[in-house]
């Protein structure tokens, strides 16, 4: 493969509340079996890019756990592999990554010791599947300097906090613009970037001696003029984590039967590390519709329209609805959840209730179990 992949997964969003508390937003539970960085990683695979570092900062330590054996990817090879990077103190640098821009240029070593001629930059915040191969193959006949995957959003979305773009009629980014408080247009960035190695690497060098610091601000929009900057277009499945409205509708988004037949089903495959768990156990008064319910589960009441995520316990009499229950979850009996996101290891006692009315509600309960 000509490309080595670069995986940018240490950034904190303020916008995903208490989710991102004790956890990065790319160790966020999606569908049921998946973190959020499973499915660039295992786009990553399946473009059979053998070489990829992820870069992690905050709040680290369960994306660390998740990512302590790269064999459920199968990038356990002789040769490339998985790399991880945290910050690291040296003699010459005692920061932490102060951007996406200096997080890369603090691992360059990484990137000057390797042959591959090009670099595929991605976020791990993501949830789609993409061949890196076409792409790649796009960026050299556009013979361009770097190319940004671009998507048209519908109408109505709010493209604001994006990097929102705009091209001429040969897919050239003429304008770029992060986050604008005013869109000009509704094709966004998705934060997936081709570039060719050695260019990059002097881009960051340069963008260091300048103390500039952050890839889209101090890069792209700032090379917009210089450098042949072109967009291509991606027209399947893409969504980004960045709110908790956001996480919540991409969960939602797997209870649609086209979704989970594109992710679940549909080849290629997006794989995660494996749980040696039992099937998931339905009791005398259980009823489930509509729900996505992970291994290790024991189910005793009603749930609707939700996302129970691995070894979640539901006690009897209890009403699940247009809720996501993470991991290690227990709820007691005769307690009403809806429109709820239940953290995980969350302790919920019997007899209470739950309901998100104008925006989804984070349930975050660490009672003591045993001792209820």
């Given at each position: 493969?000509?490309?080595?992949?670069?995986i940018?997964a240490?950034?904190?969003?303020?916008?995903m509340?208490?989710?991102?508390?004790?956890?990065?937003?790319s160790?966020?539970?999606v569908g049921?079996?998946?973190?959020?960085?499973?499915?660039?990683?295992s786009n990553m695979s399946?473009?059979?890019?053998q070489?990829?570092?992820v870069?992690?900062?905050?709040?680290a330590?369960?994306?660390?756990?998740?990512l302590s054996?790269s064999?459920w990817?199968?990038f356990?090879?002789?040769q490339g592999g998985m790399?991880?990077?945290t910050?690291?103190?040296?003699t010459e640098?005692?920061?932490?990554?102060?951007?996406?821009?200096?997080?890369?240029?603090q691992?360059?070593?990484?990137?000057?010791?390797?042959h591959e001629p090009?670099?595929?930059?991605a976020?791990g915040?993501?949830?789609?599947?993409?061949d890196?191969?076409k792409?790649?193959?796009y960026?050299?006949?556009?013979?361009?300097d770097?190319?940004?995957?671009?998507k048209?959003?519908?109408?109505?979305?709010?493209?604001r906090?994006?990097?929102v773009?705009?091209m001429?009629?040969?897919?050239r980014?003429v304008?770029?613009?992060?986050?604008p408080?005013?869109?000009?247009?509704?094709?966004v960035?998705?934060?997936?970037?081709?570039?060719r190695?050695r260019?990059l690497?002097e881009?960051?060098?340069r963008?260091?001696?300048?103390n500039?610091?952050?890839f889209?601000?101090d890069?792209?929009i700032?090379?917009?003029?210089v450098?042949?900057i072109?967009?291509?277009?991606?027209?399947d499945?893409w969504?980004?984590?960045?709110?908790?409205?956001?996480?919540?509708?991409?969960n939602m988004?797997?209870?649609?039967?086209?979704?989970r037949q594109?992710?679940?089903?549909d080849?290629p495959?997006?794989y995660s590390?494996v749980d040696?768990?039992p099937?998931?156990?339905?009791n005398?008064g259980?009823e489930?519709?509509?729900?996505?319910?992970?291994?290790?589960?024991?189910?005793?009441s009603?749930?609707?329209?939700?996302i129970?995520?691995?070894?979640?316990?539901?006690g009897?009499n209890?009403?699940i609805?247009?809720?996501i229950i993470l991991n290690?979850a227990?709820?007691?009996d005769?307690t009403?959840?809806?429109n709820?996101?239940?953290?995980?290891?969350g302790?919920?006692k019997?007899?209470?209730?739950y309901?998100?009315?104008?925006e989804i509600k984070?349930?975050s309960e660490?009672?003591e179990?045993?001792?209820l």
């Open positions: 493969m000509k490309t080595i992949g670069i940018l240490g950034g904190n969003n303020k916008r509340r208490e989710l991102t508390v004790n956890r990065a937003t160790a966020m539970p049921g079996n998946y973190r959020s960085i499973d499915f660039v990683l399946n473009s059979h890019i070489t990829v570092a870069l992690t900062q905050y709040n330590r369960s994306l660390n756990e998740h054996s064999k990817w199968d356990g090879r002789k790399y991880l990077f910050p690291t103190i040296t640098n005692s920061d932490w990554y102060r951007g996406t821009a200096d997080a890369m240029y691992n360059i070593d990484f990137l000057k010791k390797r090009y670099v595929i930059i976020n915040d993501c949830v789609y599947k993409m890196y191969n792409l790649l193959d960026h050299i006949e556009k013979k361009a770097i190319t940004v995957v671009c048209d959003m519908p109408s109505d979305y709010d493209v906090r994006f990097g773009v705009k001429n009629e040969e897919s980014i304008d770029f613009e992060e986050k408080l005013v869109a000009q247009s509704n094709t960035s998705t934060g997936i970037y081709v570039v190695r260019q690497i881009m960051l060098e963008a260091q001696e300048e500039r610091y952050d889209v601000t890069i792209l700032r090379y917009k003029n450098k042949k072109y967009g291509y277009k991606f027209t499945y969504s980004n984590i960045a709110s908790v409205d956001d996480y919540y509708r991409t988004d797997f209870l649609k039967r086209d979704v594109y992710f679940f089903r080849e495959k997006i590390k040696d768990l099937p998931a156990k339905y005398t259980s489930v519709s509509n729900s996505l319910i992970a291994s290790g589960c024991i189910v005793n009603k749930v609707e329209n939700s129970l995520f691995k070894k979640v316990f539901i009897k209890c009403v609805k247009n809720s290690d227990y709820i007691g005769n009403h959840v809806e709820c996101i239940v953290e995980s290891r302790t919920l019997a007899n209470t209730y309901c998100g009315e104008n984070i349930v660490q009672n179990r045993y001792m």
